[in-house]
T-cell receptor, first 113, second 111 residues
């Protein structure tokens, strides 16, 4: 089955700096890659996603890049703010038509004011 | 904006007891899921449900687990005889196609 690795496990950045979180996946048939933000005591919240037919997607301060050849994708947060502090999970769907999400192990992002 | 809701927010039970976790998915969604998250760990898939039947289940989803959509709105997860290791956050999710939207979760504590 699909296996998703995520790095780093913790990340601290100064407010205003950029943060990058990286994930790799194992199943070359994976075609959808969402990113979730989880605040303490809450459920995962979808913040951005990318499909395998594009290489990059941007939404204001958040962007995701995908390298299908290398089977890795990354989350980029620019101009970080204190409210960006949370745990971020990448995920992948392994096979077309199989909607099960396989999650990475999570990155605890701390924004230092 | 429509959202997935879950009840209760916290459930405490004794080992061996049955629990039912309830979810109301977003109304026009077709696929429903249960995931769990043991404290400090990643979110793990339990089961997916489509067209009134299980479409996939993980190895975690053994005979002690069952799901049901008893009416047009609710989606439930039943654990027949809880074990200590069932203590976790349980998330319900639903989606129309790929994008899965998660509920706030139920924290299950088994004593």
């Amino acid at each position: 089955g699909e296996n998703v690795e995520q790095h780093p496990s913790t990340l601290s950045v100064q407010e205003g700096d950029s943060a990058v979180i990286k994930c790799t996946y194992s199943d070359s048939a994976s075609n959808y890659f969402p990113w979730y933000k989880q605040e303490l005591g809450k459920g995962p919240q979808l913040i951005i996603d990318i499909r395998s037919n594009v290489g990059e997607k941007k939404d204001q301060r958040i962007a995701v890049t995908l390298n299908k050849t290398a089977k890795h994708f990354s989350l980029h947060i620019t101009e970080t703010q204190p409210e960006d502090s949370a745990v971020y999970f990448c995920a992948a769907i392994g096979n077309f038509g199989n909607e099960k999400l396989t999650f990475g192990t999570g990155t605890r992002l701390t924004i230092i004011p | 904006e429509p959202e997935v809701t879950q009840t209760p927010s916290h459930q405490v039970t004794q080992m061996g007891q049955e629990v039912i976790l309830r979810c109301v998915p977003i109304s026009n969604h077709l696929y429903f899921y249960w995931y769990r998250q043991i404290l400090g760990q990643k979110v793990e898939f339990l089961v997916s449900f489509y067209n009134n039947e299980i479409s996939e289940k993980s190895e975690i989803f053994d005979d002690q687990f069952s799901v049901e959509r008893p009416d047009g709105s609710n989606f439930t997860l039943k654990i027949r005889s809880t074990k200590l290791e069932d203590s976790a956050m349980y998330f319900c999710a639903s989606n129309p196609t790929h994008e899965q939207f998660f509920g706030p979760g139920t924290r299950l504590t088994v004593l």
